[in-house]
């Protein structure tokens, strides 16, 4: 780890700037949270006014398969936000902006694009297979 990255980490204007991008982030994510809740209490009260049987009827199976991508997108944005939490408790300790695996700086291009990243683009592949990245 050299001295100049540990400066640049913790540097004001890229601090800065990463809070602004996972405070951005993090209200798109708050949004999306919200609209992918109304859409899935929107199917779960349009299937309580009317007797489905998955099993036989035709409209079952496609209502089902809806409930459940909804269900899936609502998951992995809640499990977003709690990765933006993280990011952001990493970035209030001073510990935010540093690949996991090797300890190296997390470019600005890739924070700009992932700013709750926690590796860099090298060590996303190998953390991606343990479930991090």
Do not use: K, W
């Not at 996972?22 to 859409?39: F, K, N, P």
């Not at 489905?52 to 459940?68: K, V, Y």
């Not at 996991?100 to 592949?125: D, F, K, N, S, Y």
């Amino acid at each position: 780890m050299s001295d100049q990255g540990v400066e640049e980490v913790f540097s004001a204007p890229r601090s800065e700037r990463l809070r602004e991008l996972l405070d951005a982030d993090r209200i798109g994510t708050l949004q999306q949270i919200s609209a992918l809740s109304r859409e899935y209490e929107a199917i779960v009260e349009a299937n309580a006014l009317v007797a489905i049987d998955d099993e036989h009827d035709p409209e079952g199976a496609s209502t089902a398969f809806e409930r459940a991508h909804v269900a899936a997108l609502l998951s992995q944005a809640r499990e977003h936000l709690d990765d933006l939490d993280r990011a952001l408790e990493r970035l209030a300790e001073g510990d935010c902006g540093r690949c996991e695996q090797c300890g190296e700086l997390i470019p600005m291009e890739r924070l700009e694009v992932r700013p709750a990243a926690r590796t860099c683009v090298r060590c996303a592949p190998a953390a991606r297979g343990r479930g991090r990245g």
